[in-house]
């Protein structure tokens, strides 16, 4: 049975990415840390249905820690899925040496553990917000990527770097993911959308910053998860893919489509637009659907419509 470590396993993607992997077959080991960025009593939600599972394990530590990381990565790893981060463009700004620490640092552990232990594969959760301000699009992978306009973006391209010196040091087979814009049940509460329905659904005024025009390539959880498992599949050499829905949506647009997912009209409450929001992400994913098979399939309307489903029962 193959064998497969997901980091940030407990989180938004990384429950939902263990539980396909166990259905797909795999032996998975999760490694978290519970971080109070957010109630680590979610995080245990989250990874409720792995536990107790045939074949998956819980670590509990922090990918700084070579100890924990050691844990995780001994008894025959077959590759790497590093989902851990500490997330959030706009916390960044005011905790920049933490990201640094957390982003840069415990990547690095981690590529290290991993040459160790031998591991053949590793997939490096990276993010949209490394093409900043990008005028050309939609991004593609070959564009300029210096600029970042965060210190999280930053910090997921200079993750980036240190995979590639890796595949280049050591052989190993590492690929980078773009997210763009992930959404669906178990989103992180800090998110927009998620936060937006639980006002919304309460009656209280959501805090929109600028004028409504800033928009984001919106991709459905199960989008994102089939793109990392074929990635993990066929992972060769060093790539960075996008993985995106490539049809970007309006912050007004994504405001309207939510009310009526919801069945309710939003309060708005106008504020300035924020430092180190990028004005628009836009995915060409003509080279994952090329060399991944990657087809996202999921529409913000039906997408919003399970997220919803789930945030009322939950």
Known sequence: MRHVVVTGAAGFIGSHLCEALLEGGWRVTGLDSFDRF???AVKWRNVSDCLGREGFKLVEGDIRDGV?????????????????????????????????????????????????HAVGRFIFASSSSVYGNNRKVPFSESDNVDHPISPYAATKKAGELICHTYH????????????????????????????????IEQGKPIPVF?????????TFIADIVAGIVAALERAK??????????SPVSLSDLIRVLEAALGKKALIN?????????????????????????????????GLAEFVCWMRGS
């Open 210 to 218: 600028g004028d409504g025009s800033m928009m984001r390539d919106y």
């Open 237 to 246: 050499g060093y790539h960075i893919y996008n993985l995106g829905n490539s």
């Open 68 to 116: 924990a990381v050691d844990a995780a990565l001994g008894g025959g790893v077959d590759a790497v899925v590093h989902l851990a981060a500490r997330a959030g463009v706009r916390p960044s700004i005011e905790e920049p040496l933490l990201y640094q620490d957390v982003n840069i640092q415990g990547t690095g552990v981690l590529l290290e553990g991993a040459r160790k």
């Open 38 to 40: 957010y109630d680590p």
């Open 168 to 199: 280049h040091l050591h052989g190993m087979a590492v690929t980078c993911l773009r997210f763009f814009t992930v959404y669906g049940p178990r989103q992180r509460p800090d998110l927009a959308i998620h936060k937006f329905g639980r006002l």
């Open 270 to 302: 106008r504020l300035p637009t924020q430092p180190g929001d990028v004005e628009r992400t836009f995915a060409d994913v003509s080279l994952a659907r090329a060399e991944l098979g990657f087809e996202p399939k999921t529409g913000l309307a039906a």
